[in-house]
């Protein structure tokens, strides 16, 4: 049975560093892989998603609806509509917990979710939500780092150890950048 993530953002939140994080590192830890993402709007704030399948029977790179096993959101808002529409029965969602809010929102036209009720509404989707957050983060796209210190410190994906994980940000994140985002990844694990 494959194990099926869901990943989910904002446009230029760093989705596609997260994903390719995380199919690097399940590949090197000798998994079968396969991933595909979705961009949409993204270069306008718009909804990133990417979908990461591991295992012998992920034949098709896309996550079936109410199928994904983890949901990974880089914000609250984005945390709730994964699950509502891909988390199944028994899953997890492991968010960043900030807020982009979306216009609508911010006109006053609509709510944004606060963290107890992400928590209440994945509750009701049958699963369990969790998250973390980082106030004095030099720069929010190291968000990625923080979820995946997460992922690693709970175990979250089969097969896929923290060491692992952190020997693919070493070779992705830029050296710049490299010393924080391992700092903030090895403080969750």
């Known amino acids: 049975m ?9 446009g230029g939140q760093g989705i596609g560093v ?15 892989v396969i991933a595909c993402d979705t961009h949409g709007l993204a270069q306008r704030g718009g909804v990133v998603s990417s ?18 096993d983890l949901v990974i959101a880089l914000e609250r808002l984005e945390a ?13 969602v492991l968010y960043y917990n900030t807020a982009y809010q979306p216009v609508g929102v911010r006109r006053g036209e609509g709510a ?14 049958g699963g369990e939500a969790l998250n973390v957050n980082y106030p004095d983060m030099a720069d ?3 968000q990625n780092s923080a979820l995946l210190g997460l992922v690693a410190s709970l175990g979250a994906v089969p097969g896929l150890r923290a060491e692992i994980i952190e020997e693919v940000l070493k070779e ?18």
Do not use: W
């Open 2 to 10: 494959a194990f099926n993530i869901y990943l989910c953002g904002v």
């Open 18 to 32: 997260l994903a390719a994080a995380l199919a690097q590192a399940a590949s090197r830890a000798g998994l079968e």
């Open 51 to 68: 979908h990461i399948r591991i295992g012998a029977d992920a034949l098709t790179p896309l996550v079936p609806e109410g199928g994904a």
């Open 80 to 92: 709730l509509r994964g699950a509502a529409q891909y988390l199944k029965k028994g899953g997890k």
């Open 112 to 125: 944004y979710p606060s963290e107890e009720e992400v928590r209440l509404a994945v509750q009701g989707f």
């Open 140 to 142: 929010p796209r190291m």
């Open 172 to 189: 992705i994140v830029p050296p710049a950048v490299l010393d924080e985002n391992l700092r903030i990844f090895r403080a969750a694990v």
